[in-house]
């Protein structure tokens, strides 16, 4: 667990640096043209890198949600058999506990 925290650390400390660092470079106003009839908006560079940064980010988190699907799927295919399989386990279990029961009572 130890290793994972700090792993977890690693990669967030650079990115935190470069986004401070990013939005402290970039704060002169930049114009997006939304569609040819809106007036164009100015805002911080910084902003919008951000608003890119995490569109970004969404999209990669929705491709990587949507190609694991598969294995999810599998995933909850293996645990149904498992508990199939379980429930068939305590069933002859069960049944073997019975019959050593009538066994013993019969003598």
Same mark, same amino acid.
């Given at each position: 667990?130890?290793?994972?925290?700090?792993?977890?650390?690693?990669?967030?400390?650079?990115?935190?640096?470069?986004?401070?660092?990013?939005?402290?470079?970039?704060?002169?106003?930049?114009?997006?043209? *939304?569609?040819? #009839? /809106?007036?164009? $908006?100015? @805002?911080? +560079?910084?902003?919008?890198?951000?608003?890119?940064?995490? *569109?970004?980010? #969404? /999209?990669?988190? $929705?491709? @990587?949600? +949507?190609?694991?699907?598969?294995?999810?799927?599998?995933?909850?295919?293996?645990?149904?058999?498992?508990?199939?399989?379980?429930?068939?386990?305590?069933?002859?279990?069960?049944?073997?506990?019975?019959?050593?029961?009538?066994?013993?009572?019969?003598?």
């Amino acid at each position: 667990m130890f290793g994972i925290n700090v792993f977890k650390y690693i990669l967030k400390i650079p990115t935190l640096i470069f986004i401070i660092g990013f939005v402290v470079l970039n704060r002169q106003e930049t114009t997006l043209y *939304i569609s040819p #009839i /809106a007036d164009p $908006l100015a @805002l911080p +560079l910084w902003i919008m890198g951000l608003i890119l940064f995490g *569109i970004g980010f #969404i /999209a990669g988190a $929705l491709l @990587l949600w +949507l190609n694991s699907w598969p294995v999810r799927k599998e995933l909850r295919a293996a645990k149904k058999d498992l508990k199939k399989s379980e429930e068939a386990y305590e069933e002859l279990q069960n049944d073997i506990h019975d019959s050593a029961i009538d066994k013993l009572d019969d003598e």
